[in-house]
């Protein structure tokens, strides 16, 4: 059965019947889930086999952002605190294999939760690559400042996500560190030149161009397209994220109802997709914009479903994990740098 290039979110924690009937209706290739739709864990993975069995695919992807710190959907009193992504930075200031162990325990040990559940996407590494005086949306999730950094802690997050049977999808790519404003509310351009792009926002996501997933910035890069962000510009989704960064796998927009674009929804989605987008993700429930986004979104064809078959062929099976000595090993490490 064929699904719709789009991720839907839905509404709370138990599907509408218009919800149920728009979902069979529309099929589309994969769910994504907020603090909305969580209550406990057995509430969260009833939720997660009935998305699955409206579309009929035991396998769809179902997505979470689940980083740690301030962007970590499910949290107490069912699951634990991670640390935010600047505390593998400092451990790695410290020593860099200690960065590295830290990132790869706690995207392990959240990997595991999340496989408890059903779901198998985690929206997570991020690249990005802050600087002075950007807007605080990015801040202490971010691993560092110096682009080869990012990218090494952000592929031992990387593969503790893998260890653990979950896909992950980089983020925000080309890069969304330099912004000065956050995307959810309005469209930051930057207006550096396209060597520092080059040598610092791009470089970061280079080395992990083999991820199976990445997800856009709406973030404007005058020296590139100064109309449209990287989300809706064919420019640089074809120059940059296929051609510099030489990212080959699936990418899905950050969420078409943000601030950040302009037009209606259905006109934002006819953009997505027109730039290149293979995926076009949509993040808030409210069922007409689902309806808008379903309406103008193609059917998964040609190189798109090959990219997505791609990415979900390439999950494997979780390892073996002692939680408990996990979790241990991740807490005395953070004990070393305290609260960043």
């Given at each position: 059965?064929?699904?719709?290039?789009?991720?839907?979110?839905?509404?709370?924690?138990?599907?509408?019947?218009?919800?149920?009937?728009?979902?069979?209706?529309?099929?589309?290739?994969?769910?994504?889930?907020?603090?909305?739709?969580?209550?406990?864990?057995?509430?969260?993975?009833?939720?997660?086999?009935?998305?699955?069995?409206?579309?009929?695919?035991?396998?769809?992807?179902?997505?979470?952002?689940?980083?740690?710190?301030?962007?970590?959907?499910?949290?107490?009193?069912?699951?634990?605190?991670?640390?935010?992504?600047?505390?593998?930075?400092?451990?790695?200031?410290?020593?860099?294999?200690?960065?590295?162990?830290?990132?790869?325990?706690?995207?392990?040990?959240?990997?595991?939760?999340?496989?408890?559940?059903?779901?198998?996407?985690?929206?997570?590494?991020?690249?990005?690559?802050?600087?002075?005086?950007?807007?605080?949306?990015?801040?202490?999730?971010?691993?560092?400042?110096?682009?080869?950094?990012?990218?090494?802690?952000?592929?031992?997050?990387?593969?503790?996500?893998?260890?653990?049977?979950?896909?992950?999808?980089?983020?925000?790519?080309?890069?969304?560190?330099?912004?000065?404003?956050?995307?959810?509310?309005?469209?930051?351009?930057?207006?550096?030149?396209?060597?520092?792009?080059?040598?610092?926002?791009?470089?970061?996501?280079?080395?992990?161009?083999?991820?199976?997933?990445?997800?856009?910035?709406?973030?404007?890069?005058?020296?590139?397209?100064?109309?449209?962000?990287?989300?809706?510009s064919a420019t640089i989704i074809r120059q940059v994220i296929r051609g510099v960064i030489g990212f080959q796998g699936l990418l899905m927009s950050d969420d078409v109802s943000m601030n950040a674009l302009a037009g209606s929804i259905a006109e934002r989605t006819r953009a997505i997709v027109n730039a290149g987008c293979d995926m076009v993700l949509h993040c808030n429930g409210k069922l007409d914009e689902m309806r808008d986004v379903a309406a103008e979104t193609p059917e998964l064809t040609g190189e798109a479903l090959n990219r997505a078959n791609r990415a979900?062929?390439?999950?494997?099976?979780?390892?073996?994990?002692?939680?408990?000595?996990?979790?241990?090993?991740?807490?005395?490490?953070?004990?070393?740098?305290?609260?960043?």
């Open positions: 059965m064929s699904s719709r290039a789009f991720i839907t979110g839905i509404s709370g924690p138990e599907l509408s019947a218009d919800e149920r009937e728009f979902i069979r209706a529309e099929l589309p290739w994969g769910f994504i889930l907020f603090k909305r739709n969580i209550e406990t864990p057995a509430q969260v993975a009833s939720l997660v086999d009935e998305l699955r069995d409206l579309i009929g695919n035991a396998d769809a992807p179902v997505l979470i952002d689940q980083e740690g710190g301030r962007v970590q959907r499910l949290g107490p009193p069912h699951w634990p605190v991670y640390p935010p992504g600047a505390v593998f930075g400092a451990l790695y200031d410290i020593d860099p294999q200690l960065g590295f162990k830290a990132a790869r325990l706690s995207s392990r040990l959240i990997a595991a939760d999340l496989i408890d559940l059903g779901i198998t996407v985690d929206c997570l590494p991020l690249a990005d690559v802050p600087i002075a005086g950007a807007d605080a949306v990015i801040g202490n999730r971010a691993y560092g400042t110096e682009p080869g950094k990012v990218a090494a802690i952000a592929r031992a997050v990387t593969e503790g996500l893998e260890q653990g049977g979950v896909l992950p999808v980089l983020k925000h790519i080309p890069g969304h560190g330099r912004a000065t404003a956050d995307s959810h509310f309005r469209l930051p351009t930057v207006d550096s030149t396209r060597e520092e792009l080059d040598r610092t926002d791009f470089a970061a996501f280079q080395p992990l161009a083999d991820l199976p997933m990445a997800m856009t910035a709406h973030v404007v890069f005058s020296a590139l397209d100064p109309v449209h962000p990287a989300t809706t979900l062929a390439s999950r494997k099976a979780p390892l073996p994990l002692d939680r408990q000595a996990a979790r241990a090993e991740l807490d005395a490490l953070m004990d070393r740098v305290g609260t960043v």
